[in-house]
Every structure is written in C-alpha cells, then in structure tokens.
C-alpha cells in the first residue's frame, strides 16, 4: 500500500488544486528567466545577425549599445583602407516616434549602408529586402504596418516592402530599417521654426563643438575582415588614429550582459529566488498538513511492523507528486500565455532542467517537516 498514491486517488480535487498553486509559482519562475533570455536575444540580435568583426565607435566611448557615439561620416572610407579589412559599412540606429493612421507608433530605425547591405540578413516574413537607396524600409509587424504602407517620416514618405517577425531592440521597439542615407535625413529632422532661427543668425551656438561634425548621426563603422587577416593588427590600427575606438563582436555583446543588462539579471535572480522560497514553503505547508490527515494510517503501519524508510519514502514520494506536477502544468500554462506577452518570453531546455532541478531540492526540503512529525507518531497512537 502507498500512502501517497491512495492519497492522491481519493482526493483528486485537493491534489489538483494544490499542483495548480505550485504550477503558477513554476509558471511565475519560469516566466521571469524567460523574460531575461528574451531580452537577452533582443539586444543581441543585430550584433550577432549583422556579420561584423569589428565595430569602430567614437574615440573613448563603447558603442552605440552601451553609450552615445557619432563617427564621422567618411570613417568607413578610411577604414576600408586598412590591410585586412574586407568591407566596411556604416551603422546607425535610433528610436522614432511618428503618427500613422491616426496611431502614434514607435520604432527602432536602423540605417542600412545600401548597396553594400541590403539587408540580406535579416529574416522576412513577407515582401522582399530594399532595393533602392531611398524611401524604402522593411519593419518588424510589431511596429503594426502592414506590406504597402507609406508611412511619414521626416520629410517624406517611405513605403513598407517587407516585414520581419521578432526583431526588435533592447527596449522592445522594432526595427525599421531603411538606408543610411535616409536615416540619417530623418535624424536631422528639424522644425520649420528651427531652420528660420538658424538662418537668421539667432539659434544659440553651442559653447564647445565635437571634433566629430553634429551633423553626422552615424553611430559606428562595421568592418568585415579578409579570411586569415590579423585582428589585433587591424585594432591597433584603429587605435592609432586617436579619434576612434574599436571593439570585437564578442567584446560589445559583453558590454550589453555585463554592464547594461546586470542590473536586471541580478533582480530577475532575486525574483525567481523568493518564488522559489515561497514554493518550499507552500509545499512544505501542504505536506505537513497531509501528513497530519494521516496520522492514525501512519501509526496502524508502524504497529504492523513498517520500517522508518518506508514512511519516509511514502512521505516524499509525495512531495515530489505535487512538486512534478505543478512542473508539468507549469510548463502547460507556460506554451499557453507567454506567447500573449508583449515581450519575446524565450525558455530554454536547460533552463527547464536548472528548475526541474531546483523543484526536486525544493520538494526533497519540504518533505522534511511531515516526516519529521511522522517520525513522532508511535504505534500505540492508534488506540487514540
């Protein structure tokens, strides 16, 4: 006989309802790793997409992902003159809110150096990649414009000649690409109030100018490297010049984890703990409280001659029945809601096992205090 099993055939409803708790804990958990990984793949989805080796940003800043950093717009030419170096593109990328059908809507624009990007790698879900240098622009469905719009930004109107699924930015904006050219024109965007008060002398001149022209918006340069062509010689090349900084792949993708997502991954960890914490407790709590249900059982067993190891085993075995199906309706809540959330909520395989992990040290702890309190029980307690 298996007091855990009997337990659970003769109180479904009770066993349900309290795997449905631990579900929505499981659910919360998994949730709050997923939104982290989510964000995670957002922010680096253009660097890892991209193809660049290198990213040449402003002198003395860390790249348009970390910090504000404006180039020269002729960078790339004297980049393209260095030994080693394939390609080099120009890269800009700011957020933009504009009106469209009565909407106010936002977006990331993102400036593709077109002819030599078109944008081959970024993934369509409709329509086809630019094919003009000008009033162009594939954006993401999440910006909500559809194949064909023609949409005001700037001074003029570009049209919508594909659409992407999940590319956005860090903060959750999509992507609309367009070319360098013009997203730099739509940048420089000024008031007509603005261009009366500079031509007329009175707009306030700023007090200290940038060796790099205000006029230029390019974030950085994007340089591809020969196959065999010697990196750290390319960087030191860079470097030389005083006027720019240069950085790896791997080297921004580890600005954007460890300086502008730690805060957020240190509180996710902290969230994602308490849940766990509350979790042993209500286990705990459930089983306790089951076990005391089941004293007089515990006792007749104890008087027929059961062993210590098999209550316990009866014990656990039922902490773990609650703890493995709160995880498997977890896991169902989990394909059923997330995909509604306004953010990618992305979980991953080993993620799925570090909390089947955590679920069964959780429950192996909260077992603990109902066997404990069996192991009190004495066989003559039946009498009572």
Known sequence: MNLAFKDMRFNVLR????????????????????????????????????????WIVQGGRQGPFSEGSAVASTMDRRAEGLAGVAMARRFVQFSQQFAFGGRQLRASITGLDFPKDE??????????????????????????????DRVRLGQDDYTIVGLTRGMVDMGGDGLLFVTVNDATAISQRRTSEEVLLARSGDAPA???????????????????????????????????????????????ADLLLNQRLWRLRIQILAFTGVLQVVTGIVVSLIIYMLTMEKLHQIAMLKLIGANTSTIVAMIAQQAFLIGAAGLVLGLALSALIFPFFPRKVLILPADIALLAAAVAVICGFASLLGISRALKVRAQDVLS
Not at 21 to 26: K, P
Not at 124 to 139: D, K, T, Y
Not at 216 to 229: Q, R, T, Y
């Open 15 to 54: 066993f349900f309802l309290t795997a449905l708790g631990v579900a929505f804990l499981m659910t919360a958990s998994m949730g709050m790793v997923g939104l982290y990984r989510g964000i995670v793949a957002d922010a680096l989805l253009v660097i890892e997409r991209i193809g660049a080796d290198l």
């Open 119 to 148: 944008g081959r790698w970024i993934t369509l879900e409709r329509g086809r990649h630019l094919a003009s240098g000008h009033f162009e622009a594939v954006a993401d469905a999440s910006i909500g414009l559809a194949m064909g």
């Open 206 to 252: 700023a007090a200290n100018r940038s060796s790099v022209p205000q006029d230029s918006k390019i974030a950085a340069v994007l340089v591809s490297l020969e196959p065999g062509a010697d990196r750290d010689a390319v960087q030191r090349a860079v470097l030389a010049w005083g006027d720019a900084n240069v950085l790896s792949r791997s080297g921004q």
